[in-house]
């Protein structure tokens, strides 16, 4: 086993969610050879020619990769992890927060194809397809960003991929959305956690309002300019936001999921060309990191 391969205890907590081969003589190679050879590339960043040769043919890892992050095949792996995670009570609801980061883009990362992507071998759309290709500018250049929501055991438990000059609090509601953990047992997934907490620059009225509209707790302080416009109004303005400092403080915990997603430096630094292969991407790692202990 190589340095940052799948140990035998992650693989037994991997292999039961991936696809089965069937068919005669089966579709998919050494699953677990392939999705060493993922791992390592987006560990290191390194071109996928370059892969090392015990991983095999460099294109056989490079096409899986785009192959399950155009039809959503790594999507499905990372609930199934956080769904066993659940049932173990290995995930901690008692307070999600959300957060984000700006990934600068390599200069390979521009210059894809202006008509719109394919799955490989079919003729509809990736599932996570943007127009835009996630890809903006910003005064550093050419950027873009991750919107997530991380749980308090410092793991994401969703996450959007915008362009760089996107603002945080639009996409408070597209993220928290995307939270389903689904249940072993049966019915409807999971989708709220205990309490929410944010900066300020979730904060708006409309969030606001759509946190109280489906009852998730939060904690998230008030602009200056907000309070102002409040207090301004008089009684129309309505209450002050309530703020728990003892709360906020474990804002820190998305802080810190977000340094352990940039550890890997094909997330730190943006290579891919189309954003439904970095969605994949970030995928892979946060599925990586569910998998540890």
């Known amino acids: 086993m190589g340095r940052g391969d799948l140990s035998d205890r992650e693989w037994d907590r991997l292999e039961p969610h991936l696809p089965k081969n069937v068919g005669r003589g089966g579709r998919w190679k050494s699953h677990r050879r392939v999705i060493n050879g993922i791992l390592f590339r987006q560990r290191t960043g390194v071109p996928w020619r370059d892969l090392p040769a015990r991983f095999g043919k ?27 995670a659940d049932a173990e009570g290995r995930i901690d609801w008692s307070m999600v927060s959300v957060g984000s980061t700006s990934c600068r883009a390599h200069q390979h990362a521009a210059g894809a194809r202006a008509d719109a992507a394919r799955i490989p071998g079919r003729q509809s759309q990736p599932v996570q397809h943007r127009s835009d290709e996630a890809l903006g500018r910003s ?46 047992t049966g019915g409807h ?37 907000q309070r ?39 997330v730190a630094t943006r290579f891919d060309k189309r954003a439904y292969v970095l969605h994949g991407t970030v995928a892979v790692v946060a599925l990586r990191l569910w998998l540890r202990s």
């Open 189 to 225: 997934p999971r989708t709220r956690p205990d309490h929410l907490g944010g900066d300020k620059a979730y904060s708006s009225r409309q969030n606001r309002l759509y946190l109280r509209r489906r009852q998730i707790k939060h904690t998230i302080p008030e602009r200056k300019d």
């Open 58 to 84: 460099w294109k056989t890892v490079h096409d899986r990769h785009r192959r399950w992050s155009a039809d959503g095949t790594w999507e499905r792996i990372l609930r199934a992890v956080q769904a066993d």
């Open 228 to 266: 102002a416009n409040r207090q301004r109004r008089g009684s129309a303005g309505g209450r002050p936001t309530g703020f728990d400092k003892t709360r906020y403080k474990r804002r820190n915990e998305v802080e810190r999921t977000i340094n352990a997603l940039k550890g890997f430096r094909a």
């Open 139 to 184: 005064r550093g250049g050419l950027t873009c960003k991750i919107h997530l929501a991380g749980e308090g055991g410092r793991r994401p438990l969703a996450f959007v991929v915008t362009p760089g000059q996107w603002g945080n609090a639009p996409q408070l509601i597209p993220v928290l959305e995307r939270i389903r953990v689904p249940r072993p």
